[in-house]
């Protein structure tokens, strides 16, 4: 479930504050986001998810494919499963009509580690010079190991934006680990949060940083961080959404695992 807290400096309307009585009042300066779609991960990928819900088509680097009705089940939010045949396809997407995340993986024959988290800003996106907005929604990840999608990483990402240092930060927390088709969570594997470290959003309000935390352990074995990133961008009519995608690397033993995901907070 998402939510939105938005705090500005002196009002909370951007397009004017009545000063009293008299007419006389002060304008809240707003910057312009336009739309725009991007990628983190391997490679480029899109998602396109139908209005009716139940298909999903997935394009990374030019590979593509198509999560049909029977293999696509909910995650908060987000929308997505996997199926196998020739190829295995596993994908997650969540939209509003402002914005879109997703995380996709493909393994074919050609090309097996196909890994990727879009985002997009569907419309203009106008938001205040001051003042600050913390918003929180859903998080799906993909764990992968030797080029297989083995497992969904489920939790709760909260963002906050500073719109007068044109700063960007948050916390991906109550993470779970599970099955990729029906999102069970192993009780025996415990999962770290993710820490995204602030960073700054250029004049289009796109941005990328550094994460921390992420690592899994089991009863045997702690997990160890190998750091990561992240990207995304401030959507929304008002800056009041926040989407993006994940990176994160560990090393549980000898082996070495990586979880893409993606994000989706706002109203």
């Known amino acids: 479930?998402?939510?939105?807290?938005?705090?500005?400096?002196?009002?909370?309307?951007?397009?004017?504050?009545g000063g009293g009585g008299g007419g006389g009042g002060t304008t809240i300066q707003t910057a312009t986001f336009s739309p725009v779609e991007a990628y983190s991960?391997?490679?480029?990928?899109?998602?396109?998810?139908?209005?009716?819900?139940?298909?999903?088509?997935?394009?990374?680097?030019?590979?593509?494919?198509?999560?049909?009705?029977?293999s696509i089940t909910s995650a908060g939010t987000f929308v997505g499963g996997q199926q196998t045949g020739t190829e295995q396809i596993t994908a997650f997407v969540s939209e509003t009509a402002n914005s879109r995340a997703g995380v996709a993986h493909i393994r074919d024959g050609s090309d097996p580690q196909n890994l990727s988290s879009q985002f997009a800003r569907l419309t203009k996106t106008e938001v205040p010079t001051t003042g600050t907005a913390t918003v929180s929604g859903d998080y799906v990840g993909l764990l992968t190991y030797n080029n297989r999608a083995i497992g969904r990483m489920t939790g709760e990402a909260r963002m906050v934006a500073n719109f007068g240092s044109e700063t960007v930060r948050g916390r991906i927390t109550d993470?779970?680990?599970?099955?990729?088709?029906?999102g069970d969570a192993f009780?025996?594997?415990s999962v770290n949060d993710i820490v995204l470290e602030e960073?700054?959003?250029?004049k289009n309000g796109r941005f990328n940083g550094d994460i921390t935390g992420g690592a899994f352990s089991t009863s045997t074995i702690t997990g160890t961080s190998n750091g990561g990133s992240f990207a995304g961008v401030i959507a929304g009519r008002t800056g009041d959404e926040i989407v993006g995608g994940v990176r994160v690397n560990t090393t549980y033993g000898s082996r070495d695992f990586v979880e893409q995901g993606a994000f989706a907070a706002g109203q």
Do not use: H, P, W
């Open 41 to 70: 991960g391997d490679t480029q990928g899109e998602l396109e998810l139908n209005s009716a819900g139940d298909r999903i088509k997935v394009d990374i680097d030019g590979v593509t494919a198509t999560l049909t009705a029977g």
């Open 187 to 189: 009780s025996t594997v």
């Open 199 to 202: 960073t700054g959003f250029n």
């Open 1 to 17: 479930m998402k939510r939105i807290i938005i705090a500005l400096a002196g009002c909370v309307a951007l397009s004017a504050c």
């Open 175 to 182: 993470r779970k680990y599970g099955s990729v088709t029906t």
